[in-house]
Protein backbone atom coordinates (compact mmCIF):
# COMPACT_ATOMS: atom_id res chain seq x y z
CA UNK A 1 0.00 0.00 0.00
CA UNK A 2 1.42 3.69 -0.48
CA UNK A 3 -0.03 7.47 -0.19
CA UNK A 4 0.20 7.78 -3.72
CA UNK A 5 0.01 3.94 -5.75
CA UNK A 6 0.54 5.83 -8.91
CA UNK A 7 3.94 7.50 -7.64
CA UNK A 8 6.85 4.68 -8.42
CA UNK A 9 8.73 6.87 -5.83
CA UNK A 10 6.75 6.42 -3.10
CA UNK A 11 7.69 4.13 -0.51
CA UNK A 12 5.47 1.46 0.44
CA UNK A 13 3.42 1.92 3.41
CA UNK A 14 2.35 -1.85 3.99
CA UNK A 15 2.47 -4.93 1.15
CA UNK A 16 0.09 -7.69 0.21
CA UNK A 17 1.10 -10.56 -1.28
CA UNK A 18 -1.65 -12.16 -3.02
CA UNK A 19 -1.88 -15.87 -3.79
CA UNK A 20 -2.61 -17.81 -6.87
CA UNK A 21 -5.72 -19.42 -6.94
CA UNK A 22 -5.90 -23.47 -6.38
CA UNK A 23 -8.91 -24.52 -8.02
CA UNK A 24 -10.58 -21.14 -9.10
CA UNK A 25 -9.99 -20.31 -13.12
CA UNK A 26 -7.07 -18.17 -14.26
CA UNK A 27 -6.64 -16.47 -17.25
CA UNK A 28 -4.97 -18.99 -19.18
CA UNK A 29 -8.20 -21.53 -18.08
CA UNK A 30 -11.36 -18.86 -18.94
CA UNK A 31 -9.61 -18.27 -22.48
CA UNK A 32 -8.71 -21.73 -22.97
CA UNK A 33 -5.03 -21.25 -23.59
CA UNK A 34 -1.67 -23.19 -22.59
CA UNK A 35 -0.41 -21.81 -19.22
CA UNK A 36 2.08 -19.11 -19.71
CA UNK A 37 1.29 -18.41 -22.77
CA UNK A 38 2.54 -15.50 -24.58
CA UNK A 39 -0.86 -13.02 -24.48
CA UNK A 40 -1.26 -13.77 -20.76
CA UNK A 41 2.32 -12.94 -20.26
CA UNK A 42 1.70 -10.06 -22.38
CA UNK A 43 -1.49 -8.37 -20.26
CA UNK A 44 0.52 -9.28 -16.91
CA UNK A 45 3.58 -6.82 -18.25
CA UNK A 46 1.16 -4.40 -18.86
CA UNK A 47 -0.68 -4.46 -15.51
CA UNK A 48 2.94 -4.08 -13.92
CA UNK A 49 3.77 -1.20 -16.36
CA UNK A 50 0.57 1.07 -15.77
CA UNK A 51 0.08 0.00 -12.10
CA UNK A 52 3.62 1.00 -10.79
CA UNK A 53 2.56 -0.25 -6.93
CA UNK A 54 2.69 -3.85 -8.46
CA UNK A 55 5.76 -5.58 -8.46
CA UNK A 56 4.95 -8.58 -10.14
CA UNK A 57 2.00 -10.99 -11.36
CA UNK A 58 1.01 -14.21 -12.88
CA UNK A 59 -2.52 -14.52 -14.14
CA UNK A 60 -2.24 -18.44 -15.14
CA UNK A 61 -0.78 -20.56 -12.41
CA UNK A 62 -2.27 -22.57 -10.01
CA UNK A 63 -0.58 -22.55 -6.31
CA UNK A 64 0.08 -20.96 -3.02
CA UNK A 65 2.35 -18.97 -1.08
CA UNK A 66 4.95 -19.71 1.61
CA UNK A 67 5.41 -15.67 3.81
CA UNK A 68 7.76 -16.38 6.72
CA UNK A 69 8.55 -13.03 9.11
CA UNK A 70 11.26 -13.33 11.42
CA UNK A 71 12.02 -10.04 13.39
CA UNK A 72 14.80 -9.41 10.56
CA UNK A 73 12.99 -10.11 7.41
CA UNK A 74 9.74 -10.65 5.48
CA UNK A 75 10.17 -13.18 2.68
CA UNK A 76 7.71 -14.48 0.33
CA UNK A 77 7.65 -17.76 -2.36
CA UNK A 78 5.26 -18.49 -4.43
CA UNK A 79 4.99 -21.77 -5.46
CA UNK A 80 2.89 -23.02 -8.40
CA UNK A 81 1.53 -26.22 -9.12
CA UNK A 82 0.99 -28.41 -12.56
CA UNK A 83 -2.00 -29.57 -12.40
CA UNK A 84 -5.09 -29.43 -9.57
CA UNK A 85 -7.30 -31.56 -11.22
CA UNK A 86 -5.23 -34.63 -9.47
CA UNK A 87 -2.52 -35.12 -7.39
CA UNK A 88 1.60 -34.66 -8.33
CA UNK A 89 5.17 -34.04 -6.69
CA UNK A 90 5.64 -31.56 -8.89
CA UNK A 91 5.60 -27.98 -8.41
CA UNK A 92 8.09 -25.20 -8.93
CA UNK A 93 8.97 -21.58 -7.25
CA UNK A 94 7.48 -18.83 -9.72
CA UNK A 95 8.85 -16.00 -7.32
CA UNK A 96 10.56 -15.11 -4.22
CA UNK A 97 10.17 -11.78 -2.71
CA UNK A 98 12.60 -11.06 0.62
CA UNK A 99 12.46 -7.59 2.71
CA UNK A 100 15.22 -7.46 5.02
CA UNK A 101 14.96 -3.70 6.14
CA UNK A 102 11.55 -4.52 6.98
CA UNK A 103 12.67 -4.53 10.69
CA UNK A 104 9.51 -5.83 12.42
CA UNK A 105 10.33 -5.00 16.13
Known sequence: MHRA???????ALAVEFVTPSLT???LDDKMGRARR???????EARAVEYLPHWEWVDLDSHG??????TRDRVTAEFWHLDTVLERSPHE??????????????
Open 5 to 11: PFDSTDR
Open 24 to 26: SQN
Open 37 to 43: AAESQAV
Open 64 to 69: YVVVEV
Open 92 to 105: ERGAMFADPTANLV
